[in-house]
């Protein structure tokens, strides 16, 4: 798989879209006292991002009411989470993510890295800006204080958004090949920056190429010298941003494998890869998943999560019959 290879997500803009109608039906979903869940499920999880926006907007003329704050008040715990989330523009709903994992005591490392090591550029500009519209404050510099160290350096290099984009030259990938064998000896301070710069800077084509050559030089996969060379969340990050280059939709499959498996089924990460891959690659996360752990990603949702929240994931996976 190469990083040009095509990707497919599981949710698209549904046809006959009629925003005023939709909006009316999640209207009457959420009056009175009970609350017809189902309902929000098949209309919030059978519309794109952009159409839930206009159905938002035709509710607010509707009934005087912003709809992601009726949402809020009438739902509760992780269904609750799914449902706003899918409200929320994807810039918006990344700079959510990575507000919530740094606000407060402790900082949640694995969203940082979910989202920073798998962003491309444009994503990161509009995540930047979206961050400081609804918080006022300046996702770098938020970084900056809330980390340290070189996970701190790798990911505020991240942040900027400057990867160079469709450039490879064969003939430095085996210059840069040689000073990654070389920090991975070294372990030295200046040797841990020109790695991250390497990783941060290089297009993802030219990075193909250093890993091809970094094979061929030391005998080993970039890989496994990462996790041999460095530890903690610094080495966590750059082991992810060579997944992402390798095959972004597999990262996300390991992802959630080990957010469902490893960790008791961690809503959080599941809810955020779900939503924020859903018009991206999450029907090529699925088939990846299938390839490398058996079971399909259906079925262990279906397996750890119950009630209206595992039916308004399996929504967004927008799962298949064969896939029990």
């Known amino acids: 798989m190469f990083c040009g290879d095509y990707v497919q997500g599981t949710i698209f803009p549904a046809p006959n879209f009629n925003p005023m109608m939709d909006a009316q039906m999640l209207g009457g979903a959420l009056q009175g006292f009970g609350c017809d869940k189902d309902l929000l499920i098949d209309i919030l999880s059978q519309r794109c991002n952009a159409q839930r926006l206009v159905i938002a ?20 715990d ?10 929320y523009p994807p810039p918006s709903y990344d700079a959510h993510e990575l507000w919530h ?22 994503e990161i500009f509009q995540m ?27 990911l505020v290099n991240l942040v900027q958004g400057t990867r160079e984009e469709g450039y490879a030259d064969p003939a430095t990938a085996a210059q840069d090949a040689m000073v990654l064998w070389e920090t991975c000896q070294q372990r030295t301070g200046e040797h841990k920056t020109l790695l991250q710069m390497i990783l941060c800077n290089k297009s993802y084509q030219q ?18 010298a990462i996790n041999e060379c460095y530890d903690g969340s610094f080495q966590e990050l750059l082991v992810a941003i060579v997944l992402c ?19 008791g089924f961690h809503n959080k990460t599941v ?29 262990d ?5 119950s009630g209206h929240y595992e039916k308004a994931l399996l929504a967004i996976c927008a799962g298949d019959a064969d896939d029990y």
């Not at 190429?209 to 496994?224: A, C, H, R």
């Not at 891959?277 to 490398?292: A, G, H, N, P």
């Open 245 to 263: 280059v390798r095959d972004k939709p597999a990262y996300f499959a390991y992802r959630l494998y080990s957010a469902i498996h490893d960790f």
């Open 57 to 76: 907007e035709a509710y607010l003329s509707t009934f005087g009411r912003d709809l992601v704050s009726d949402l809020k008040e009438k739902l509760s």
């Open 301 to 305: 949702i279906k397996h750890f999560a």
């Open 101 to 122: 994992a740094m606000k407060g005591a402790g900082t949640d490392e694995n969203c940082l890295i979910d989202i920073l090591a798998s962003r491309t550029n444009g």
């Open 207 to 224: 990075l193909w190429l250093v890993f091809q050559e970094f094979q061929t030089i030391s005998g080993q996969d970039i890989v496994d």
């Open 78 to 87: 992780h269904f609750k989470e799914v449902m706003v989330g899918l409200m």
């Open 271 to 299: 809810i955020r890869i779900l939503i924020a891959r859903s018009e991206i690659d999450l029907m090529t996360i699925r088939k990846r998943y299938k390839e490398r752990y058996g079971k399909s990603l259906f079925h």
């Open 128 to 154: 930047r800006e979206a961050y400081y519209l609804q918080y006022s404050r300046d996702l770098q510099e938020d970084i900056y204080s809330e980390t340290s160290g070189h996970f701190r350096d790798t």
